[in-house]
């Protein structure tokens, strides 16, 4: 059955803010821990909302305050550290012309998605962007993933879910949708692959072989 929709996670699967993220958590936890986090403790929770992860890390229920310096710090070295991965561009213009409905699904608030998409010229391809702000649940429960498919008005046997974390994988495949992970993600391809996606592509590319 032919692919008909398109739906892609943000961070590290078509926009690289893999360093952003990664010096934004080191930033906001700094002295916050008995034991210094380092790059090796942030990677593997890399994916799941912004708060979610800050209670992990911390241990601590109210995490508002450092989810605020988090952002600020983001925002302010995002254009500096971020950029988009290779062949995203002209893959997403291939499947625009072919008719393919296109969206974005991301665990980020709207303004650092967008900010993200218009700094690397891609938010002109996408028909839909739902944030963790549109929804009850983000990522790894559907209702992002749903919520696209609706928006969209897509049969989810001819929609994709790319992404390049288990949350990604696990959301896609709740939803009903048929999912594709990233071999260039920090977690790493046999990682993913454990999670079970319908496809893993190496080169961003191979996507135009899987819409067919």
Excluded at 31 to 48: C, D, K, L, S, V
Aim: proline residues 3%; charged residues 25%.
């Amino acid at each position: 059955m032919a692919i008909t929709t398109a739906l892609f996670d943000l961070d590290g699967t078509i926009v690289d803010t893999n360093e952003l993220i990664i010096q934004s958590f080191l930033h906001t936890l700094e002295g916050q821990t008995a034991e210094p986090y380092t790059r090796e403790h942030i990677i593997p929770h890399m994916g799941f909302a912004l708060q979610e992860q800050l209670r992990f890390f911390t241990g601590k229920d109210d995490v508002d305050e450092l989810a605020a310096r988090y952002r600020t710090y983001n925002v302010e070295k995002h254009d500096e550290l971020v950029r988009e991965f290779p062949y995203v561009r002209e893959v997403l213009a291939e499947l625009k012309q072919r008719g393919v409905r296109l969206g974005v699904v991301t665990n980020k608030v709207r303004m650092t998605t967008m900010m993200g998409l218009k700094l690397c010229g891609l938010d002109a391809y996408m028909d839909t962007v739902v944030t963790v702000d549109d929804v009850a649940r983000g990522k790894p429960e559907p209702d992002s993933v749903l919520k696209a498919v609706e928006l969209l008005q897509a049969d989810p046997a001819e929609t994709i879910m790319v992404g390049d974390s288990k949350y990604d994988i696990l959301a896609g495949q709740k939803a009903g949708v048929k999912t594709v992970g990233v071999s260039w993600s920090l977690k790493g391809e046999e990682h993913l692959m454990s999670f079970g996606p319908d496809y893993m592509i190496r080169d961003m590319r191979e996507l135009l072989k899987i819409v067919g």
